[in-house]
């Protein structure tokens, strides 16, 4: 019998991927920091990080390369968790640029820069944040301590003018309020952070999993942090073909100068790639061209992963035809037998988001004739979006004013709701407390 890995279609498939670009020889490797055109074009990884902690290599995807802008939606995140959102946008604008990663442009009468994403911003997010927090704070995302390649931090320093130009132009704006030579020491260390791209699959598998490690299950940010970055990468991260990259792949990701790109499906999974040529923005041929085509062929588009469209409600019975396993006497039976269509039974499968939910409080609003007891079974429900709760919920209390009673059943007791008139943990104890109720209202006793 085949080996049970050999089974699994996923190593096959970025192994394919991997083939058929390992002899695209276009592109440049980046010449401008000494250091990094030492690179072998033809190095080439790709790594897959699932959210529940299993990653996938496909080539050199254990190589060491320096980060580089890789390192800025994280460092972000970082500033974000410690100075809060609004603290930074007003620091840092979220607006693309459409310049290259390197231009001197900032706001004309506060000196802020465009983004984060951009040299400037990050300059600016990195002054923000300590070095020690930002070694620690990457470490946490890629799940081990990260080391720093001190020939191309010195390689960059020594030749980094045009940053220090950039930071001494929002010095003297008055947005840089840090010293230059201090905070470019920090940035050209963070920029010569080693990863791999197996660590840029699990950094971005972090933030898609809403901060989440999926490997070490440390939250290194909180959620609303990961869903902030996976934006301005959406918005800001491909240097200028982002928007020619959200519209052809459709995946928050960042790029770096030394070949690394780093791409996230929310709720999905994190890719890590990393080939040295570059395209004439300075992006990985290879990396781009592995992210257009595993997009494309399953759909990946971030727009195109829809919420689960599937009918969420598996079942709607009453108790007329379905009983709890309490004793019941021949007359309460035939009670149940007569008035059970009071009692509705509604088992509902998969993740609620807004469409799911939207569509059971409908059916549930429009299915209220002669119904006094509503039992929901959310027992086999996975997620529970906040807005599939919010309208639960409201539906719940309103049904209570209605004098409909809604009942909640869920076996690992969640809490998933937290207005029902009652809580149980299995479906018959739901039923037969309903059942209950019912036939103490049709015999009159209390
Ligand atoms: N250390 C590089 C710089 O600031 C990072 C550039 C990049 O990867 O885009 O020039």
């Known amino acids: 019998m085949a080996d049970m890995a050999d089974l699994n279609p996923i190593p096959d498939l970025l192994a394919g991927l991997y083939d058929g670009l390992a002899g695209d020889q276009s592109g440049e490797v980046a010449t401008y920091i000494p250091q990094l055109s030492h690179a072998d074009p033809s190095w080439f990884g790709i790594a897959l990080a699932t959210l529940d902690g299993h990653v996938y290599p496909a080539g050199a995807a254990e190589r060491t390369f320096t980060i580089q802008s890789v390192s800025k939606p994280f460092v972000y995140a970082l500033a974000l968790a410690g100075c809060g959102l609004d603290a930074v946008i007003e620091r840092i604008g979220v607006e693309p640029s459409g310049d290259a990663f390197n231009a001197i442009r900032l706001e004309p009468q506060t000196g802020r820069p465009p983004n984060p994403m951009v040299n400037a911003g990050a300059i600016l997010t990195t002054s923000l944040v300590s070095w020690e927090r930002i070694r620690a704070g990457l470490g946490a995302f890629a799940g081990r301590d990260l080391d720093i390649d001190l020939a191309v931090y010195d390689s960059e320093r020594l030749t980094g003018d045009r940053n220090r130009a950039i930071a001494y132009l929002m010095r003297n704006a008055g947005s840089l309020t840090t010293d230059v030579d201090e905070t470019l020491d920090v940035y050209f260390r963070q920029c010569a952070i080693l990863v791999t791209a ?158 799911t939910a939207e569509r059971l409080v409908r059916e549930i609003a429009e299915h209220l004739d002669g119904v006094s007891w509503i039992v929901l079974d959310l027992d086999r429900v996975g997620r529970l979006h906040p807005v599939a709760e919010r309208l639960l919920d409201t539906l719940a209390s309103r049904l209570a004013d209605a004098g409909v009673t809604t009942v909640v059943t869920d076996r690992s007791s969640r809490g998933l709701l937290s207005y029902p008139d009652r809580q149980f943990v299995t479906r018959d104890e739901a039923l037969t407390w309903c059942e209950d109720a019912l036939l103490r209202r049709v015999t009159g006793t209390h």
């Open 198 to 355: 197996r660590d840029l699959a699990v950094m971005a598998a972090t933030l898609a999993n809403a901060g989440v490690n999926p490997i070490t299950g440390v939250a290194v940010v909180g959620p609303d942090v990961a869903a902030d970055v996976l934006t301005v990468m959406a918005t800001c991260g491909m240097y200028d073909f982002a928007g020619e990259w959200l519209l052809r792949v459709g995946l928050p990701a960042k790029s770096g100068v030394s070949g690394g790109i780093a791409a996230a499906l929310p709720g999905q999974f994190g890719i890590g790639l990393f080939s040295p040529p570059l395209d004439a923005r300075g992006n990985s041929v290879r990396a781009i061209a592995a992210c257009e085509e595993l997009s494309a062929r399953f759909g990946l588009h971030l727009m195109r992963s829809p919420d689960s469209s599937v009918p969420s409600l598996a079942d709607v019975v009453t108790a007329r035809t379905v009983r709890s396993s309490a004793a019941r006497t021949r007359t309460e039976r035939d009670i149940l037998t007569r008035s059970g269509g009071a009692i509705t039974i509604r088992g509902i499968l998969g993740d609620l988001g807004f469409a």
